[in-house]
């Protein structure tokens, strides 16, 4: 019997890497030197991949700052952090806060979702590699019948 092993999408991102981020957000960094750590990230996950024996790569959700990333970063009208907020608890046991995103105007394309992860993926990895994209289950829940109203009528019309 063949098992198949495979990585659902998103891996630890480095320490250098999350604060490389919020220097970028903040306008403390410029885009090439982010850029160039996001790929030395990327490189580091597809080879810990590799080196446990999965067979189909990710670039481990690298380039994204959550796992929805790609979808609120390749569309105009989300607000980023004005959704609904979820509490939880970090290994310390210290609380924390996941401001979700939420939509506010008529969404509108800025660029692809996914195609810079996957012709980085393409062009370093010996295996078949894949990109992930959240449900559209996932992508409802960012519409807010308040928030969102201005945008959209309802959860159907989003």
């Not at 390749?74 to 046991?93: H, M, N, Q, S, V």
Request: glycine share 6%; net charge neutral; aromatic share 12%.
């Amino acid at each position: 019997m063949t098992y198949r092993s495979e990585v659902v999408g998103s891996l630890l991102r480095p320490t250098y890497l999350v604060e490389a981020r919020k220097q970028f957000e903040s306008g403390q960094l410029s885009a090439a030197p982010f850029k160039a750590m996001e790929d030395q990230a990327v490189n580091e996950a597809i080879a810990l991949q590799e080196a446990a024996g999965i067979d189909v790569i990710t670039d481990g959700e690298m380039r994204r700052y959550a796992f929805y990333g790609h979808l609120v970063e390749a569309l105009e009208g989300f607000d980023k952090y004005g959704g609904w907020a979820i509490p939880f608890r970090d290994e310390t046991g210290e609380q924390l806060v996941l401001k979700r995103p939420v939509v506010v105007e008529r969404l509108k394309w800025r660029r692809s979702m996914c195609a810079e992860e996957w012709v980085y993926l393409r062009s370093r990895k010996a295996r078949p590699g894949k990109v992930t994209m959240i449900s559209a289950q996932q992508a409802a829940a960012y519409y807010d019948p308040e928030k969102s109203r201005a945008a959209y009528s309802s959860r159907d019309a989003y």
